[in-house]
């Protein structure tokens, strides 16, 4: 008689997939018409109310920073680097102590490739939205459990 047992650690649920035959290459996301479908989790900055601040993740040559935006969208010149502490209290407390805290979204997304050939090419998750938008879902404000 078959077994119909199924392990646990065979199953895992996917939100996006990167599948390679010869030189061609598929990235998917989670379809548009399941729940939170083409939608990502993504950091955010939030101020220390615990709103969201307007400001975009920049990903630049010694790593990353927030970068401040105004009302429409455009940087202010005004940045923000994350307290690199490998102790999570440490962290959030270093963060608000220059007035604001990391926390997490759900916005819009897409799946991204870039490199030279199938061999060096990098996949990631990007926001669709640009990486600002103040109707995105509020996943962890930062502030939680920190005070």
């Known amino acids: ?10 199953q895992q649920r996917v939100v996006a997939a990167v599948i390679t035959r010869g030189d061609r290459m598929l990235v998917s ?5 399941k729940r939170h479908g083409g939608m990502w989790e993504f950091p955010a900055l939030f101020d220390l109310e615990g709103k969201l601040v307007p400001a975009r993740e920049v990903y630049g040559q010694y790593g990353s920073f927030w970068s401040l935006l105004d ?10 680097n994350e307290s690199q502490a490998q ?7 270093n963060n608000a102590k220059k007035g604001f805290y990391v926390g997490s979204v ?4 897409r799946a991204v490739t870039r490199g030279q050939s199938v061999t060096s ?5 990007d926001r669709a939205d640009g990486g600002w938008d103040p109707e995105v879902l509020v996943i962890d404000n930062g502030k939680e459990g920190q005070e």
Request: proline content about 7%; some cysteine; overall charge negative.
């Open 121 to 125: 090419v990098t996949c990631y998750i």
């Open 87 to 93: 102790n999570e209290k440490v962290r959030v407390r």
């Open 71 to 80: 009302e429409e969208g455009r940087r202010t010149g005004d940045t923000f």
């Open 106 to 109: 759900l916005a819009p997304a």
């Open 1 to 10: 008689m078959p077994d119909d047992t199924v392990d646990a650690r065979s």
């Open 29 to 33: 996301l989670r379809p548009e018409h």
